[in-house]
């Protein structure tokens, strides 16, 4: 669930191209911030992936509350410590992954596919047609996926309910791909220094 734009687009657009490919020290100052809250965010799918046997189980659900809050929190204050608003974000990654899983060639899979096995057929692949980046920063006065937008909610649960996905909405396949969207959210802010070392002190 995490765009290009979110990071990629920042980096290319106020740093890559500012003089002598330094990076705006206020820019700096956004990624270092935000990274604190991408450890926080680490932490809690660490938290839910450690849930997921005790409420399979039938036991301690009570417990999956302030955890999956402290986890919507946490991408709530990442989003604004860059600006980003999370209801956009959704809109324009699930308008991506619309192309990317036609449904007609989803429904002839009895498992959920890698959006690259359709490649060939969608035109969708790492490098071309991946049109989420923005050129102009977006405000964020609302995130509205973590006050629980009804409209961002209809569009995810009918993204999967098309294509019959909702079975595999499991509590142990969900922290799973939890984990992994927030490990791929995570490589934009390794190494921040060494990318820029002159901006960041």
């Known amino acids: 669930m995490t765009p290009s734009f979110a990071i990629k687009g920042m980096q290319s657009a106020s740093c890559h191209?500012?003089?002598?490919?330094?990076?705006?020290?206020?820019?700096?100052?956004?990624?270092?911030?935000?990274?604190?809250?991408?450890?926080?965010?680490?932490?809690?799918?660490?938290?839910l992936a450690a849930l997921a046997p005790e409420i399979l189980a039938d036991r301690h659900n009570f417990l999956l509350t302030p955890v999956l809050a402290a986890f919507l929190s946490r991408l709530h204050h990442l989003a604004a410590s860059l600006n980003l608003h999370i209801g956009e974000i959704v809109r324009l990654k699930m308008g991506l992954n619309a192309r990317r899983y036609p449904v007609p060639l989803c429904l002839r899979n009895n498992v959920m596919p890698k959006w690259t096995s359709f490649s060939h057929i969608t035109g969708c692949t790492k490098s071309v047609n991946q049109p989420t980046t923005r050129s102009t920063p977006m405000e964020c006065p609302?995130?509205?996926?973590?006050?629980?937008?009804?409209?961002?909610?209809?569009?995810?649960?009918?993204?999967?309910?098309?294509?019959?996905?909702?079975?595999?909405?499991?509590?142990?396949?969900?922290?799973?791909?939890?984990?992994?969207?927030?490990?791929?959210?995570?490589?934009?802010?390794?190494?921040?220094?060494l990318q820029f070392p002159t901006a960041i002190t």
């Open 17 to 47: 191209n500012s003089p002598s490919n330094k990076c705006p020290s206020n820019i700096c100052d956004m990624l270092m911030a935000a990274r604190v809250h991408v450890l926080l965010i680490i932490a809690s799918s660490g938290e």
């Open 142 to 193: 609302i995130n509205d996926l973590v006050c629980g937008h009804p409209k961002i909610e209809d569009l995810v649960n009918s993204f999967g309910s098309d294509r019959n996905w909702t079975s595999s909405y499991t509590m142990f396949n969900l922290p799973i791909l939890i984990a992994a969207e927030v490990g791929e959210l995570s490589e934009h802010f390794t190494y921040l220094e």
